[in-house]
């Protein structure tokens, strides 16, 4: 009698039409949500207390005062350089704010003084999106550079502080 041999050994087969139908609506899910959840981190200090090291700089300290009805720009620190009223439309011009900072940088740079630092002091009742246009306009601004617009620094170091009383609509 003859024996027949069967060979036992069956090749499994790998069904992974389960995992490829959750990677083609997962990928896209996943990627459509890194979008939303950018963050953007500004680094902001305190203003420096008058100490030893400090007391002689104090004076050359660029501030931008927000107020109600105007924004100005101190340089030094409590002397008017620049009184910049809102627009027609009542709301606060960062835009002229941002060219008289860039002339402050260059006639700065001229000098041979490289400053970044500003200190942006506000009233209590100063809209939050107006504080965060004013952060953008004093940080950086747009150039062209080799036919491309970059964003060209001005002063990236930022410290917070309260505005001064008495500084509001009556000067």
Same mark, same amino acid.
């Given at each position: 009698? #003859?024996? *027949?041999?069967?060979?036992?050994?069956?090749?499994? &087969?790998?069904?992974?039409?389960?995992?490829?139908?959750?990677?083609?609506?997962?990928?896209?899910?996943?990627?459509?949500?890194? $979008?939303?959840?950018?963050?953007?981190?500004?680094?902001? #200090?305190?203003?420096?207390?008058?100490?030893?090291?400090?007391?002689?700089?104090?004076? #050359?300290?660029? &501030?931008?005062?927000?107020?109600?009805?105007?924004?100005?720009?101190?340089?030094?620190?409590?002397?008017?350089?620049? @009184? *910049?009223?809102?627009?027609?439309?009542?709301?606060?011009?960062?835009?002229?704010?941002?060219?008289?900072?860039? &002339?402050?940088?260059?006639?700065?740079?001229?000098?041979?003084?490289? @400053?970044?630092?500003?200190? *942006?002091?506000? &009233?209590?009742?100063?809209?939050?999106?107006?504080?965060?246009?004013?952060?953008?306009?004093?940080?950086?601004? #747009?150039?062209?550079?080799?036919?491309?617009? $970059?964003?060209?620094?001005?002063?990236?170091?930022?410290?917070?502080?309260?505005?001064?009383?008495?500084?509001?609509?009556?000067?």
């Amino acid at each position: 009698m #003859k024996k *027949i041999r069967r060979d036992r050994t069956h090749e499994a &087969e790998l069904d992974i039409t389960a995992f490829m139908n959750l990677m083609i609506v997962l990928v896209p899910v996943l990627l459509l949500g890194m $979008v939303f959840s950018q963050i953007s981190v500004i680094e902001v #200090k305190l203003p420096d207390g008058l100490t030893v090291d400090n007391a002689n700089n104090a004076d #050359k300290q660029i &501030e931008l005062l927000i107020l109600e009805d105007q924004l100005r720009v101190n340089f030094p620190q409590g002397i008017l350089l620049k @009184k *910049i009223l809102p627009t027609d439309e009542g709301e606060q011009d960062f835009e002229t704010l941002s060219l008289v900072l860039q &002339e402050v940088k260059r006639k700065l740079r001229e000098k041979g003084i490289e @400053k970044n630092a500003i200190t *942006i002091l506000s &009233e209590q009742d100063t809209d939050y999106q107006t504080i965060i246009s004013a952060m953008d306009t004093v940080r950086s601004f #747009k150039a062209i550079v080799a036919a491309s617009v $970059v964003d060209a620094a001005l002063f990236p170091e930022i410290s917070f502080g309260d505005a001064p009383v008495g500084t509001g609509r009556a000067q």
